[in-house]
């Protein structure tokens, strides 16, 4: 990093120590501090304080939940180290020469250690720490990293930067999470470096034999996750969630097929678009407006003549089952007639330079003012803004160049700190909650902190209302607020490849709801790439086509007849799985689990699964490997070991651990479903309003083995399901016999109309529904699909079958 190594110095060996019930605290020789705490079993705090004297108050954006009891602990001391052992049996090591730290699991295996005591420049506040490494062990997450997981990515920026049409490699992009996951031998653990200045992260770039982490400021804090009993990367993205918070259930409107452009204007070209939806029979539940809605892109203001009565046309899109979704940028143009900049003014909300005048920059709207987000009052002030877009009966926001972009600051960035990004100076002064601190501190919650303003505006101004947020720039925390999507991206190949690991990476970052620009924002894709693209995104948590201004139609139907038909299709498969999807949700809800996730997250001990880069789970159950190369119609998949896994079209068993052959005509997406599952599904719906009027189906998939499948389901909307207005139901299936029973809440469930199995070889001799004889089925040899009708049925019963 930048700084010269000359004028490091380490923080000295521990000259006392002070024990605490859940850690010690140890007294350095350059008069710094190191607190170690227990936070819980599995979850280490280290903080070191003060290395230069400066006073400073523990305080976290990211942190949502700090009130742990902590884990007690013993301390042993000897002559060279001192030993803090946790009731769980997690340890600390610490050397008192140089203050090198062992952190241990519970099974007294080593987790991790200092390869070199912590530096700090006095000079400039920069604080490292380096970590030794063996040199097979791999690191994911670091939030949205335009990388793949393996290909040269070793070192990570953090610092929020808009980079229109970034290529593979281009480091750091808009969103920064100083959190990753390391992996080995299927043993793993993680670590968040809770800091918010310009953090690098070298993951063995410069040695294979250790890694570390840096900032250009504040303090050398994080937290180590040692994975629990099973060092499982599902118990630290628990415990990292536990920290940072978890994404509230979505609307489910919000996990429909979006559709937006840069823009979609006038009115009538909104209503036509609305209109084409419906009459092509391509389920859609979302559309947005882009800046251009707006009059000269002053926020919360509508362009007259383009959208002269927004309440009219949004009603009428509602009648009609879509929702709108409008953009709000930060900038805030400096007009003395415009509302939002003369109370943001007068009232002193935007951000002020360390001369104390208010700082401007140009973005769209040309000269600009900033809210300072980072103030309570300011997020209160422009949070009530968004009043007159729920009263217009808007559904949701999407915040852009939040990192914060400016095109030209008013003023030049200088001496160390003197890099390209297009953002403020980073003298601007910020509030920080009442912990004021400069942009060099701040810049990288800016983005998170405009997320949550919007986040809580919804939740104060309607109550009932389950907020719809999508967010560009974003930090630790940032799913408690926002969907996130991956910016500017190009439609080239090439991205659609870098899509899955992007979206892998940021999903064991802690952020479920995630998605990129399908067909691509910048440049024109093909017919056979958005339809490749849409396939890729059909099970993506955030489904969302949008494309930039001045570029061709990028509609499902705007590449001819045949594709039209094989997109109206895939955004079908996606409808048909809503109900799995919504599901994945609660789980993460409840544990932290993400949506979408690499093949290593649930199969930590299959090395073959960390190399993976081009195909991506969707819960535990279905395994989406998409084609992400022009012209190809076939593909090869790598099944994981530990399960067995069926094709979704053919219903032939495979075995995990293996490579196989997949069919990829351009009409299908490689789909396998892990043998012993059960979904549930729908018929086909034109929107999600739809849904409580469609039956339900579950296709469980034929295993010799016991497996159990949980189910969420509730009204899809406002918070009732936290008062126990929400059904759970669980499925116990192996081959020739399933049996369910709804085990708790008071939602009444849809009703369940079939169940599919998928991977029966033979007709079945006999099939019965508690015990009664059913003989109205379907049964087709050739996708060894068997279908029955379920007669009535109520929250506990038993289908068998026999062949
Ligand atoms: O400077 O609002 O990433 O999705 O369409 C460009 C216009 C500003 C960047 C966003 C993009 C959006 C565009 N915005």
Known sequence: MITSRESLRTLGDIIGVTRHLDGATFALESGAALRLTFLLPGIIRVRFMSPDGKDRSDWSYAIEDSRFEGEEVFVEEDQQSIEI??????????????????????AGQLVVEDQQPPFFDPLNGFIETTKRRESDELYFGFGEKAKSSLQGSKSHMMWNTDTYAYAPGTDPIYQSIPFFIALREGLSY?????????????????????????????????????????????????????????????????????????????????????????????????????????????????????????????DDLKADGFRLVVIIDPGIKVDEKYFVYRDGRDEGHFCRTSEGEEFQGQVWPGTCAFPDFTNPSAREWFGNLYEQHLDAGVSGFWNDMNEPSVFAPGDTQSDIFD???????????????????????????????????????????????????LTRSGSAGIQRYAAVWTGDNVSTWEHLALSIPMLCN?????????????????GEPSGELFA???????????????????????????????????????????????????????????????????LWFDYPHDRRTYSVDDQFLVGSDLLVAPVISEGAVTRSVYLPSGSQWRDWYTGLLYEGGTEIGANAPIDRLPLFVRAGAALFRQPVVQHTGQMRFAPLAITAISSGSLSTSTFYEDDGEGFDYKAGSFSLSQIQHRTGSLSFNRSAGLYSSRKIEFVEFLGVESAPREVSFNNQLISDIAFNEGTRRLLVPLPENGDSWVLTYTS
């Open 190 to 314: 993680g670590i968040f470096f809770d800091n918010t200045y310009r953090c690098l992260f070298d993951m063995g770039h410069t040695s294979e034999e250790y890694y570390s982490f840096a900032a250009l400021g504040g303090e050398l804090n994080y937290y180590v996750f040692t994975g629990g009993r099973e060092r499982s990367p599902r118990n630290i993205l628990r415990d990292y969630t536990l920290l940072t918070g978890r994404c509230p259930l979505p609307p489910l409107w919000a996990l429909g097929y979006q559709q937006s452009r840069w823009s979609y204007c006038p009115e009538a070209r909104v209503r036509e678009l609305a209109r084409q939806f419906r009459e092509k029979y391509i389920p859609v539940d979302v559309l947005y407006l882009d800046i251009d809605y707006m009059d000269e892109f002053r926020v919360f203001t509508w362009n007259q003549t383009h959208f002269p009565n927004p309440k009219l046309l949004i």
């Open 419 to 469: 890099l390209p990004e297009k953002t403020f100076p980073l003298s601007v002064r910020h509030d920080g909650d009442g912990h004021a601190g400069d942009h060099a501190r701040y810049h990288n919650v800016y983005g998170m902190q405009m997320a949550r303003t919007t986040y809580e505006a919804i939740r104060r101004l309607r109550s009932d209302q389950r907020p719809f947020v």
């Open 85 to 106: 052992i946790a009731m769980s049996g997690v340890r600390v090591v610490a050397l008192r020469e140089g203050c090198l730290l062992s952190v241990f699991d519970e």
């Open 506 to 522: 940021l999903s064991v970052s802690g952020v479920p709801f995630v998605g990129t620009d399908i067909g691509g924002f910048a």
């Open 532 to 598: 490749r693209w849409l396939q890729a995104a059909a099970l993506t948590p955030f489904c969302r086509a949008h494309s930039e201004i001045g570029t061709s139609d990028q509609e499902p139907w705007s590449y001819g007849e045949e594709f039209e038909g094989i997109n109206r299709a895939t955004i079908e498969l996606r409808y048909q799985f809503l109900p799995y999807l919504y599901s994945l949700f609660h789980e993460h809800e409840q544990t932290g689990v993400p949506v979408m996730r690499p």
